[in-house]
């Protein structure tokens, strides 16, 4: 692993880091980290946001040396052609300085040599501590970027089907009831799936009824969650939403049969036809007015049920909601602010993509009123934990995340750790 720069005839330095002259070795643990090039994508992500055009790139895999800059990227950044041609497959992180401020450049510089300094095992002097600090805390959050409230309107005015993922505890069914109260002025209704959901319960179909007959019981049509949100939403114009907490619980290819049609943002009204006349006002077909919004939200740890077709996929738009730093430093202790940023790096670091998305979210860190969060730390967050070690969700780092678990029962009974 080595820091470069590579002069150019017109154009600034390019900056970036390769794999040096004697291959991986010795540095195979740095480079095959999962968290090296997770750090290095979120640095070029930061500051392509940050200047709005494309001047950072990075490799998802900084081994592949079978792998050279894309086509895309020279054709971006022609002046470095000379360095793509003679070093394409060994860099797997870069950065162009062309129309940047002298400030932006050195900023740029600071946050890849941090990386690079960092992997080495090298702690900053401490009169730059707060520079390396603040650098850190600008790109990182580009590993778990946030969701804000407008956004997820935006996203159901434009796709009218969403569902909100992420880990367990970063409020995604919180986020949806205040949406539900504040953005639709309560408008709408709320459901939870499980594995027994079915068809009937959520669409509709023959359900028993009693009667004054010999047997005391027949079947008649009754309305499901869905013909009864779309009849709601048709009473306005207003906005409607349907949440359904807990999606992915359902076998959803079997619970939304047929009505999968009718979930397409962006063409005209469809109509399906029904197998039972269920009466006013729809009978024995369906359309979901316009004005009818449906939000998922789903848990990523959940994995006792299957993946969702790829039909589901296509007709949702899928965004997820990530464990936030900054609600921790905001509402946690000392201790828990402590605690999330440990567990936070041992997922960055080692984590597969996969295991990533199970980083547990903020509020198994936030203290409650008078105390430092240990409580909270030993009895929701550990047991997750020793979850995710039985099921094998953390296969590849359990020797870090049961050192964790070791330091997290240290500080019982030690208010400063």
């Not at 309560?186 to 799936?193: D, E, H, K, L, S």
């Not at 023959?206 to 005391?216: F, H, K, Y």
Request: include cysteine.
């Amino acid at each position: 692993m080595s820091f470069v720069i590579f002069p150019a005839k017109d154009a600034p330095s390019l900056i970036g880091l390769v794999v040096g002259t004697q291959g991986l070795s010795p540095d195979e643990q740095i480079l095959g980290r999962p968290g090296h090039a997770r750090r290095a994508l979120a640095i070029a992500r930061w500051l392509n946001k940050r200047h709005g055009r494309q001047l950072a790139w990075a490799k998802h895999d900084p081994t592949r040396l079978d792998i050279e800059v894309p086509a895309g990227i020279r054709t971006d950044f022609p002046a470095y052609s000379a360095a793509f041609k003679k070093y394409g497959n060994v860099i797997y992180c870069l950065a162009s300085p062309q129309g940047l401020e002298p400030d932006d450049i050195e900023e740029a510089c600071a946050a890849v040599l941090d990386l690079f300094f960092r992997e080495r095992g090298f702690e900053p002097l401490k009169a730059f501590e707060s520079q390396a600090h603040a650098i850190q805390s600008q790109y990182l959050p580009e590993l778990t970027p946030s969701l804000t409230e407008q956004e997820l309107v935006k996203h159901l005015e434009r796709r009218r089907f969403v569902v909100v993922e992420g880990p367990p505890g970063t409020g995604k069914t919180r986020a949806a009831e205040r949406l539900l109260a504040n953005q639709y002025g309560g408008n709408g209704m709320t459901v939870q799936f499980h594995p027994n959901t079915t068809y009937e319960s959520f669409i509709g179909g023959l359900a028993p009824v009693t009667t004054s007959e010999q047997l005391g019981m027949r079947f008649a049509p009754k309305q499901g969650v869905l013909m009864e949100a779309s009849a709601r939403a048709s009473q306005s114009d207003r906005p409607f939403l349907l949440h359904i907490d807990e999606i992915n619980r359902a076998d959803l290819a079997k619970v939304l049969g047929e009505a999968i049609f009718l979930m397409e943002p962006n063409v005209p009204e469809r109509t399906i036809e029904l197998a039972h006349d269920s009466g006013e006002p729809h009978g024995n077909s369906l359309q979901l007015p316009p004005n009818l919004h449906i939000l998922g939200t789903m848990n990523s740890a959940d994995r006792s049920t299957a993946i969702l077709d790829v039909a589901i996929r296509r007709r949702f738009a899928f965004v997820k909601l990530w464990p936030q730093e900054d609600v921790v430093r905001e509402h946690g202790s000392e201790l828990t602010q402590k605690a999330f940023r440990r567990l936070f790096d041992i997922f960055v670091d080692h984590a597969s993509d996969e295991a990533f998305d199970l980083m547990p979210g903020h509020s198994y860190f936030l203290a409650q009123q008078g105390g430092d969060g240990r409580e909270q730390l030993l009895t929701s967050l550990a047991p997750l934990l020793e979850e995710y070690l039985a099921q094998g969700y953390v296969a590849g780092f359990t020797e870090d995340i049961r050192a964790y678990l070791q330091w997290l029962e240290s500080t019982q009974g030690s208010e400063k750790i």
